[in-house]
C-alpha cells in the first residue's frame, strides 16, 4: 500500500474500501498512515528531528515536513530557531512570533521492504483498535437486551457465539440445565454486561438470567412492549421452574390474562423457548399478605405474619399444605421469597400454636421468677403484652392498676420490683464479663447492651476487633439452602432481635474504630 509506485488517488480509494469494509471513520485510517509515515521518516532523517507527515484528504498527495519552532534562545539546534534565522530563511517568516512554528519540506522516502512491513503493521494495528473499539460502542448500548447469534464452539463448557461483527460468550453457569446446544445452532441469550479492557471487549450472555426470561416476555406480549403491563419481579430455576410477577396500569386489562394469551400461545413461546420451563404468572397487588398467599400457590394459607424491619415473613398453614407451599426440593418457596424480596419461615398451624405456647410459658416463668409472684399473676401480665421485665419497670402505676385483678398498691410494688431485679441483673452482668475477658473497647460499642456482651463473650468473641469481622446475617441468623434443603441458621445475637439495619450499624461502628487504630 505504501510503495513508491502507489497511485496518490489509489490511495484514497484503498481507505474508502477499508473504512467501508470495517465500517470505521476513514479518517482514523489515514491518521495512521500519516504516523506510519513519519515513523518512516523519522528512520531516514534521524529521530532528533520534529518530523510531520500529512495526507492530502482531496489528491492523496503526502507531505513530509521538518518542524522548527521559534524560540528567544535556542537550546536545541535541530527542533529550535531564532526569529531572525526564520527570517534569513524566507523573508514570509518576518511576519512570525516567539512560539509559532516553520515547516521545512523534505524530499519524498521510497518506502523499503522493512520501513513498508512496519508501516503496515502500524495502520493493521489501529485498524483493529478502531475496529474493537467500533465494536465495543455499538454492543455496549445493547446490554439488557435479547441477542440472536450462532454457536461458533464450546470451550470448556463455555458457549462462543457469533454475534456478526463480534463474539459473544454464555458462560456454563449461564446456561439452563441439561440444555443440549450444537455448533451451527442459532440461540437467543440475554446480553447483561459488556466490558472493554486491554485485551479487547467481552460481550457476556445468559440463558439463565431472570431479565431473559422478562425480555422474552417483552417480545410476546405487545401490552408489556407498550408499557400497559409492567413487569415486577422475577425468579427462575433455569430449565424447572419460574415465577413472574405482572400489573397493569389499565384496570380492564387483566395482566395474567394477557402474558398467557389466547390459549396459552403466549407464554408457551416463552416456555418452548426456554427449554420446557414451567411459568408461574401472578398479579401483582401493594396488599403483600395477599401477594405472598398467590406466590405460594396451589398452597392455601392461613395466616401472613411480617416483619418489615428484617426482610422476613412467617406463613401459617395446614398439614396438607405444607408440601405444596415448599415445593420439590424447597423450590415452590425459594422461587417466591426471591419474587417478593422477603425471607419466608413456613409453619404448620400445628408448629404456630406448639412455638406460641412455648414462648407464653417463657415469658411466663421470666416474670414469675424475677418479680416474685405466683403464674397466675405472670399469665396475666404476658396476656397483656409485657414482653420482659423492662417494660414492667417502666411502665407507671395507672396503666398497671387499669389491668383487671391488679389494684394500685400491686402495681407499685410490680415496679419497684422490676427496678430491683434490673439493678441487681446489671451488677451480676457485669461481674460475669470481666470472668468472660470481654475487653472495655467491646462493651463501651454504642448500641451494644450488657446481654449482647454476655452472649458475645461466651462465643470467644472478646475484643472490638472479633466483632468487626463478622457479618450481620452472623448476628441475626438467617436461611441458609443446603443439598437442596431451606435450613434455619442461628445467628449469636437473634434473640435481641436486632434488624439488619441495626446489626449493619453496630458493625460498622467497630470498624471505624478498629480502623482508624
Not at 417480545?219 to 410477577?245: F, L, T
Request: net charge negative.
Amino acid at each position: 500500500m505504501l510503495n513508491r509506485g502507489l497511485d496518490k488517488q489509489e490511495l484514497l480509494r484503498i481507505v474508502d474500501a477499508v473504512a467501508n469494509e470495517k465500517s470505521i471513520d476513514k479518517e482514523l485510517i489515514l491518521n495512521s498512515m500519516e504516523t506510519a509515515i513519519q515513523r518512516a521518516a523519522y528512520s531516514k532523517f534521524g529521530f532528533e528531528n520534529a518530523i510531520e507527515a500529512t495526507i492530502n484528504r482531496e489528491d492523496g498527495t503526502i507531505k513530509i515536513q521538518k518542524v522548527l519552532e521559534i524560540v528567544e534562545n535556542v537550546e536545541d539546534p535541530v527542533r529550535q530557531i531564532t526569529l531572525q534565522q526564520a527570517g534569513n530563511l524566507d523573508k514570509k517568516n518576518k511576519n512570525l512570533k516567539v512560539g509559532d512554528k516553520i515547516y521545512e519540506e523534505l524530499p519524498q522516502i521510497d518506502f523499503g521492504r522493512i520501513a513498508a512491513q512496519s508501516a503496515k503493521q502500524v495502520i493493521s494495528q489501529k485498524v483493529r483498535e478502531a475496529e474493537k473499539n467500533r465494536q465495543f460502542e455499538d454492543f455496549k448500548d445493547k446490554q439488557g437486551q435479547i441477542l440472536s447469534g450462532i454457536i461458533k464452539r464450546t470451550e470448556y463448557g463455555n458457549v462462543i457465539i457469533d454475534l456478526g461483527r463480534a463474539e459473544g460468550i454464555i458462560r456454563k453457569e449461564e446456561l439452563i440445565q441439561r440444555e443440549v446446544l450444537k455448533n451451527g445452532d442459532r440461540v437467543k441469550a440475554y446480553c447483561f454486561d459488556v466490558k472493554q479492557d486491554t485485551k479487547g471487549h467481552q460481550i457476556f450472555l445468559s440463558r439463565a438470567h431472570p431479565q431473559f426470561l422478562a425480555r422474552l416476555f417483552f417480545q410476546e406480549v405487545p401490552e408489556i412492549y407498550e408499557g400497559v403491563i409492567e413487569i415486577k419481579s422475577v425468579s427462575r430455576d433455569p430449565g424447572s421452574r419460574a415465577k413472574i410477577c405482572v400489573s397493569s396500569k389499565d384496570a380492564s386489562l387483566d395482566p395474567v390474562g394477557a402474558c398467557v394469551g389466547m390459549r396459552g400461545s403466549r407464554v408457551q413461546t416463552v416456555v418452548n423457548e426456554l427449554q420446557g420451563e414451567k411459568i408461574d404468572i401472578i398479579k401483582w397487588t401493594e396488599d403483600l399478605p395477599t401477594l405472598v398467599a398467590e406466590s405460594l400457590s396451589p398452597a392455601e394459607i392461613q395466616k401472613v405474619l411480617i416483619d418489615e424491619d428484617n426482610k422476613r415473613i412467617e406463613v401459617i398453614l395446614s398439614e396438607e399444605n405444607l408440601s405444596k407451599a415448599i415445593g420439590r426440593r424447597g423450590q415452590n418457596v425459594r422461587l417466591a421469597s426471591k419474587l417478593i424480596n422477603y425471607e419466608i419461615d413456613i409453619l404448620t398451624d400445628s408448629e404456630d400454636s406448639e412455638r406460641r405456647q412455648k414462648e407464653f410459658k417463657e415469658r411466663t416463668d421470666l416474670l414469675v421468677k424475677a418479680l416474685e409472684v405466683d403464674e397466675t399473676l405472670g399469665q396475666l401480665l404476658v396476656s397483656e403484652n409485657f414482653q420482659n421485665i423492662e417494660e414492667i419497670a417502666q411502665s407507671n402505676v395507672d396503666d398497671l392498676s387499669k389491668i383487671e385483678g391488679i389494684e394500685e398498691s400491686t402495681a407499685k410494688e410490680l415496679i419497684d420490683r422490676g427496678k430491683e431485679y434490673l439493678i441487681k441483673e446489671k451488677q451480676q452482668i457485669s461481674e460475669k464479663l470481666k470472668k468472660l475477658g470481654v475487653e472495655d473497647s467491646l462493651t463501651k460499642l454504642d448500641g451494644m447492651t450488657q446481654g449482647m456482651l454476655v452472649v458475645l463473650g461466651e462465643k470467644n468473641i472478646k475484643k472490638l476487633k472479633d466483632f468487626a469481622e463478622l457479618s450481620s446475617d452472623e448476628l441475626i441468623g438467617g436461611m441458609d439452602e443446603i443439598k437442596g434443603k431451606r435450613i434455619k441458621v442461628d445467628g449469636y445475637l437473634e434473640e435481641f432481635n436486632l434488624s439488619k439495619e441495626e446489626a449493619d450499624n453496630l458493625i460498622m461502628s467497630a470498624r471505624k474504630i478498629v480502623f482508624a487504630d
